[in-house]
Every structure is written in C-alpha cells, then in structure tokens.
C-alpha cells in the first residue's frame, strides 16, 4: 500500500507561482514513477507532468517550460515548481503512482490562479 499526501496549493496572482510537494510511504519509492495530474469541474483528469526512477521527466505541452517536477528520493518526495501560472493552470492537483498495477492517488490540492 502507497500513501500520497500533498501539499503547497493556494491563491496565486496570474504571473505568480508556486511549489507542490507529494510526499509518499513505502521503502521502495525511488523505483516508483511519479506524476502529477490536475482536474476541473466538468473535466477528465489530465497528466500535468511525470518522472521516472532515472530522473527522466514528461511534461503536458500546456506546462512545458513553465512547470518543472522533481523528485528526492531520500525523503520520499516529488515536487512540482509551477512558475509564470495562468487562470487556465486553475484546478486541484494530484499526486499519483502505479505500484504493482494498482494506481494511487493523493487526496488532491486546490491551486487558484486569479487576480
């Protein structure tokens, strides 16, 4: 069993930005792939951006050269920086895994993007 609890979301001017940080239980966390996703009312849940064990990283093309995910696989945390936000980055954030088959997730945090 994988535990995922996020943290760092908020109100945020347009322009602004802010770090999300997951972290995750289990011995093993630096073989997992880590990703994060987002969803809107109304919308499917969407990849915002994954890392791999190696460090390799995959961006959604709306974040590319906005968003940056990290990992610290001694503290058994992933990081999301988000810089330059805009009303549309809008959304609660979710931390995710697949362990084995079984997807896991966080249980969410809101990001506001608004003046």
């Known amino acids: 069993q994988v535990q995922l609890v996020e943290s760092g979301g908020g109100l945020v001017q347009p322009g602004g930005s802010l770090k999300l940080s997951c972290a995750a239980s289990?011995?093993?966390?630096?073989?997992?792939?880590m990703n994060w996703y987002r969803q809107t009312p109304g919308k499917q849940r969407e990849l915002v951006a994954g890392?791999?064990?190696?460090?390799?990283?995959n961006y959604a093309d709306s974040v590319k050269g906005r968003f940056t995910i990290s990992r610290d696989n001694a503290r058994n945390t992933v990081a999301l920086q988000m810089n330059s936000l805009k009303a549309e980055d809008t959304a609660v954030y979710y931390c995710?895994?697949?362990?084995?088959?079984?997807?896991?997730w966080g249980q969410g945090t809101q990001v506001t993007v608004s003046s």
């Open positions: 890392i791999i064990s190696g460090g390799s990283t």
């Open positions: 289990g011995s093993i966390f630096r073989f997992y792939a």
């Open positions: 995710n895994t697949r362990v084995s088959g079984v997807m896991y």
